[in-house]
């Protein structure tokens, strides 16, 4: 039980152009998504924090009109990279929450690995 | 804020001997901690989990790790390493009511034959 799937599992792209990665709970509910970025060889850095049908909460520093995120369902969230460039080439993983869990315990996807050129 | 620390960048153990990865963690009650592993190009998965009860808790593969409130520590240890153990290890702390969770830098393990 709890499956976090997210696709595509790797993607190149040109500068300039805009890509969505979606991330899904395959088996629950997730009222809670969480996006992160990790860069080789360092840990993850949370992106933001979306609820199913609201806004997404983005951490300081994160460009919100740069990285669009859509929590449109309970089982969806995608995370839209505007106007890329190279340097927003990097592993992309979101994770999920259930609801009601006492130990609040993440669930993460397989990951995104986003190279812009 | 919470926060953690691993202070060991990386460490290389020998197949078939014991296995410390230390955490330490910085939260002003009592903390949610979590250790995950990575494989290369990959997501992560839970080895286990700490929230109340019993400060040694066991996880999958063999892992078990002992939450010390005095030492704000939660060290991860397996008795004896199999190569598929060779990965990044990242603990991670979450705090009550906010379902954000801190990652430390993480510890690479390289097991060697």
């Known amino acids: 039980g709890a499956v976090v799937s997210q696709h595509p599992s790797w993607v190149i792209c040109k500068s300039g152009t805009s890509v969505k990665i979606e991330c899904r709970s395959l088996?629950?509910?997730?009222?809670?998504m969480f996006w992160y970025r990790q860069f080789p060889k360092q840990s993850l850095m949370l992106m933001a924090t979306?609820?199913?049908?609201?806004?997404?909460?983005?951490e300081q520093g994160v460009e919100k009109d740069k990285f669009l995120i859509n929590h449109a369902s309970l089982t969806l969230s995608t995370l839209t990279v505007t106007s890329a460039h190279p340097e927003d080439s990097s592993f992309y993983i979101c994770s999920a929450s259930t609801p009601g869990d006492i130990s609040y315990e993440q669930y993460f996807g397989p990951g995104t690995r986003l190279t812009v050129t | 804020a919470q926060s953690v620390t691993q202070p060991d960048i990386h460490i290389t153990v020998s197949e078939g001997a014991s296995l410390e990865l230390r955490c330490n963690y910085s939260?002003?009650?009592?903390?949610?901690l979590f250790w995950y592993v990575q494989s290369p190009g990959q997501g992560l998965q839970l080895l286990l989990k700490y929230f109340s009860g019993d400060t040694l808790v066991q996880g999958i593969k063999g892992f078990e790790a002992e939450f010390k409130r005095s030492q704000s520590s939660f060290n991860l240890r397996k008795p004896s390493v199999h190569w598929s153990d060779a990965a990044e290890y990242f603990c991670a702390v979450g705090a009550v009511n906010d379902y954000k969770l801190s990652f430390g830098a993480g510890t690479t393990v390289t097991v060697r034959a």
């Open positions: 088996d629950f509910q997730a009222t809670t």
């Open positions: 979306s609820n199913e049908g609201s806004k997404a909460t983005y």
């Open positions: 939260y002003g009650a009592t903390p949610y």
